[in-house]
């Protein structure tokens, strides 16, 4: 009884909680979107670094499998455990203290298991911002942030995840700790090991604790939404606003009209305009200037584009509440494309030179390749980030006799489109177990074989997050059991 003896080993350690109920571990074994699912033995809450460190100790010596997970807001199948059996969860949701927040050093270290909102708060309590921001804020965790390098809407202006981290302490596969945790900005003495673990979605180590960057809170924040004619002007507008405020544009968000159209029918925040058009751009403003004259300076820059009725119509934000109605929507997108439809989500980047290549390459061949569906785009195009959706009804999707198949070839068709003009087929969502075969399909050999070395350095049995990244993710001992 694999169940009961591990349970029994688990509860007698210092600092863990276990839930070993099917209906108690449900939600922990269903992703988000309820698009996978898995089962686990245990769900496991270790409450500090050396609990983490003991649970983990114990199952590399049983080789049982163990999968980290934060909020569970991942959106490809990275979450949840995989329908193997055998394994536990390890969520990281009891470690949650902000150890510190230090305004003179701009930093602040927290436990990995804080919700990204509470981060922003700490920070802002102090006087500080904490620039990451996204959909999920509100249930994912930093550690989830970290170990995914989350993007978001700020990575225009202050980086992605990988950006955000000065130090990191991180637990490996055989209990190690990895105390890393320094709020330096410079550290040049040898290999940078928190960079390992950014981005390798659980695979290497646990995240347990983190120092994070922070900023001046900006005096002030502009915000506008503006109904463009077409692509090629809501893509000059972006590089006009860029340009014209230099590192001013804190967001710059591309929704095409299908898109706002889906959260018009289905968003607890409607678009704060009802003006159709087949693109908009949603832009933030922010930094030491008053209101007045960054809206002065966007009025400015706008202007030419109003005239040729290029940008057909515009808001800007004259207070909160309609700052909130604009982000509201933004952020509803995900929630409301789940009760649109089945969405075949991709998220690409692309160098900012070639987004609108893409586009016009891509949408006359899914138009062939799927007759009915609707090409639905949404993305943080002043990094290059495009979520390109290709939306079906449930009733469409539900007839689709192979529908593994047709999500795979529909992947390639957006994927190589991406890869030819110099993109990528994961930005900021990371691998999870829905792209190791674009893994295969994308990356050179020579790229796979150093992280497969990464893997059996750190993880030597395989029993970190198995299946996540890539398919054959192995230690270089015996692969588990
Ligand atoms: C509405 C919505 C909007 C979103 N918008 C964005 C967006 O704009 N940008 C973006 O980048 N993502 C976005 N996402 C995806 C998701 O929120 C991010 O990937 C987020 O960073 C995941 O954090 P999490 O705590 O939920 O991690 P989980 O989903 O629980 O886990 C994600 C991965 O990280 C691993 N992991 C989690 N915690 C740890 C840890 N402490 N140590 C080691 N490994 C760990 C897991 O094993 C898994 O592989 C969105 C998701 C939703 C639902």
Same mark, same amino acid.
Request: glycine share 12%; proline share 4%; hydrophobic share 40%.
């Given at each position: 009884?694999?169940?009961?003896?591990?349970?029994?080993?688990?509860?007698?350690?210092? !600092?863990?909680?276990?839930? @070993?109920?099917?209906?108690?571990?449900? +939600?922990?074994?269903? !992703?988000?979107?309820?698009?996978?699912?898995?089962?686990?033995?245990?769900?496991?809450?270790?409450?500090?670094?050396?609990?983490? @460190?003991?649970?983990?100790?114990?199952?590399?010596?049983?080789?049982?499998?163990?999968?980290?997970?934060?909020?569970?807001?991942?959106?490809?199948?990275?979450?949840?455990?995989?329908?193997?059996?055998?394994?536990?969860?390890?969520?990281?949701?009891?470690?949650?203290? =902000?150890? %510190?927040?230090? %305004?003179?050093?701009? @930093?602040? =270290?927290?436990?990995?298991?804080?919700?990204?909102?509470?981060?922003?708060?700490?920070?802002?309590?102090?006087?500080?911002?904490? $620039?990451?921001s996204?959909?999920?804020?509100?249930?994912?965790?930093?550690?989830?942030?970290?170990?995914?390098?989350?993007?978001g809407t700020g990575v225009v202006r202050?980086?992605?995840?990988?950006?955000?981290?000065?130090?990191?302490?991180?637990?490996? +596969?055989?209990? &190690?700790?990895? /105390?890393?945790?320094?709020?330096?900005?410079?550290?040049?003495?040898?290999? /940078?090991?928190?960079?390992?673990?950014?981005?390798?979605?659980?695979?290497?180590? =646990?995240?347990?604790? %983190?120092?994070?960057?922070?900023?001046?809170?900006p005096?002030s924040f502009t915000t506008a939404m503006l109904a463009v004619?077409?692509?090629?002007s809501a893509l000059r507008i972006g590089r006009t606003l860029r340009r014209g405020l230099s590192g001013e544009v804190s967001a710059l968000e591309l929704l095409?009209?299908?898109?706002v159209?889906?959260?018009?029918?289905?968003? #607890?925040?409607?678009p704060p305009m009802?003006?159709?058009a087949?693109w908009y751009l949603v832009v933030e403003i922010s930094g030491?200037a008053?209101e007045?004259s960054y809206r002065d300076t966007l009025e400015t820059l706008l202007g $030419?584009e109003l005239?040729?009725?290029a940008v057909v119509d515009a808001i800007i934000a004259s207070?909160?509440?309609q700052r909130?109605e604009i982000w509201?929507m933004r952020h509803?997108?995900?929630?409301?494309?789940?009760?649109?439809?089945?969405?075949?989500?991709?998220?690409?980047?692309?160098?900012l030179?070639?987004? &609108?290549?893409?586009?016009?390459?891509?949408?006359?061949?899914?138009?062939?390749?799927?007759?009915? +569906?609707?090409?639905?785009?949404v993305g943080h195009v002043g990094d290059?980030?495009?979520? *390109?959706?290709?939306?079906?009804?449930?009733?469409?999707?539900?007839?689709?006799? /192979?529908?593994?198949?047709?999500?795979?070839?529909?992947? #390639?068709?957006? *994927?190589?489109?991406?890869?030819?003009?110099?993109?990528?087929?994961? %930005?900021?969502?990371?691998?999870? @177990?829905? #792209?190791?075969? !674009?893994?295969?399909?994308?990356? &050179?050999?020579?790229?796979?074989?150093?992280?497969?070395?990464?893997?059996?350095?750190? !993880?030597?049995?395989?029993?970190?997050? $198995?299946?996540?990244?890539? $398919?054959?993710?192995?230690?270089?001992?015996?692969?588990?059991?």
């Amino acid at each position: 009884m694999l169940q009961e003896t591990l349970r029994q080993q688990l509860i007698a350690m210092k !600092d863990v909680t276990v839930l @070993s109920d099917p209906d108690d571990m449900a +939600a922990h074994l269903v !992703d988000w979107r309820r698009r996978h699912f898995g089962t686990a033995e245990l769900v496991v809450f270790p409450g500090t670094v050396q609990a983490v @460190s003991d649970v983990l100790k114990l199952c590399n010596a049983r080789g049982i499998r163990v999968f980290p997970q934060g909020g569970n807001t991942s959106v490809c199948g990275g979450s949840v455990p995989d329908a193997a059996g055998g394994a536990i969860v390890l969520n990281l949701a009891r470690m949650n203290r =902000i150890r %510190a927040v230090d %305004a003179d050093d701009e @930093s602040m =270290i927290v436990d990995a298991g804080c919700i990204l909102a509470n981060v922003q708060a700490a920070a802002d309590a102090e006087g500080c911002l904490f $620039p990451m921001s996204l959909g999920a804020e509100g249930s994912c965790q930093i550690g989830g942030n970290i170990a995914t390098n989350a993007g978001g809407t700020g990575v225009v202006r202050y980086g992605n995840m990988r950006e955000l981290v000065l130090g990191l302490e991180v637990v490996t +596969a055989d209990g &190690r700790i990895f /105390d890393g945790i320094r709020t330096l900005r410079k550290n040049n003495t040898g290999v /940078d090991l928190k960079q390992v673990f950014i981005g390798s979605e659980g695979t290497l180590g =646990i995240i347990t604790g %983190a120092a994070l960057k922070l900023f001046a809170k900006p005096r002030s924040f502009t915000t506008a939404m503006l109904a463009v004619r077409d692509l090629e002007s809501a893509l000059r507008i972006g590089r006009t606003l860029r340009r014209g405020l230099s590192g001013e544009v804190s967001a710059l968000e591309l929704l095409s009209g299908s898109q706002v159209d889906i959260v018009r029918r289905h968003g #607890h925040a409607k678009p704060p305009m009802d003006t159709p058009a087949p693109w908009y751009l949603v832009v933030e403003i922010s930094g030491a200037a008053e209101e007045q004259s960054y809206r002065d300076t966007l009025e400015t820059l706008l202007g $030419p584009e109003l005239e040729t009725e290029a940008v057909v119509d515009a808001i800007i934000a004259s207070n909160e509440r309609q700052r909130g109605e604009i982000w509201g929507m933004r952020h509803n997108v995900t929630e409301c494309n789940v009760k649109e439809g089945m969405g075949l989500t991709h998220d690409i980047a692309l160098p900012l030179a070639r987004i &609108r290549d893409f586009v016009e390459a891509v949408e006359p061949l899914i138009a062939e390749a799927l007759p009915g +569906a609707c090409p639905v785009v949404v993305g943080h195009v002043g990094d290059g980030n495009l979520h *390109y959706i290709v939306m079906m009804s449930h009733e469409a999707f539900a007839d689709v006799p /192979d529908q593994d198949g047709l999500r795979q070839k529909i992947g #390639h068709i957006v *994927y190589d489109a991406a890869i030819a003009l110099g993109g990528t087929f994961s %930005a900021e969502h990371g691998i999870g @177990s829905l #792209h190791t075969g !674009d893994m295969l399909r994308y990356k &050179r050999s020579e790229e796979l074989e150093m992280m497969q070395s990464l893997k059996s350095a750190f !993880d030597p049995r395989g029993i970190l997050n $198995p299946g996540r990244v890539l $398919p054959e993710w192995t230690g270089k001992e015996a692969p588990h059991g």
